[in-house]
């Protein structure tokens, strides 16, 4: 079992500046052909500062973290058995190339089910640009799959 210790335990911040190229890398990754994701000039046009972040791109930046998986470790999860269980996020403002961002993540909830043999992890972030304005929030809960006594021999 997790330690329970873990929830409303901050990890370290991530700073991170968002890259024309790879925002336009993510939107042809994942099918993403409107003006404002991929032409600059049809951003700042509308009024941005540049092309704009697809809602989904602020998740794939935790693998810019050194080590993604070490909080986990440190936990006692055995990355083997992590799962993607879902995510959500809320924008209060367009994250645009050329934003320098923090995200400041937190745990906060950790709970089992179906008898302890699922754990589920939340980890809540907040992200902020240079000034320290609220661009989103997002929400993730990642799932720890513990081996069933018979699957473990």
Do not use: N
């Amino acid at each position: 079992m997790l330690d329970r210790g873990w929830i409303g335990r901050e990890l370290p911040p991530l700073e991170v500046e968002v890259d024309r190229w790879r925002l336009r890398a993510f939107a042809r990754a994942i099918g993403e052909t409107g003006p404002l994701h991929v032409d600059d000039a049809a951003a700042r046009a509308a009024g941005h500062r540049g092309i704009v972040a697809p809602p989904t791109f602020l998740f794939g930046l935790s693998y810019d973290m050194e080590d993604q998986t070490g909080f986990l470790r440190e936990m006692g999860a055995d990355v083997r058995h992590i799962l993607h269980g879902e995510q959500s996020f809320r924008y209060h403002a367009p994250v645009c190339a050329g934003d320098r961002l923090t995200i400041r993540s937190t745990i906060t909830d950790i709970y089992a089910k179906k008898g302890g043999l699922l754990e589920f992890i939340v980890r809540e972030s907040a992200v902020t640009d240079g000034s320290g304005r609220r661009m989103a929030d997002l929400r993730e809960v990642l799932v720890l799959r513990h081996p069933a006594p018979t699957e473990a021999a």
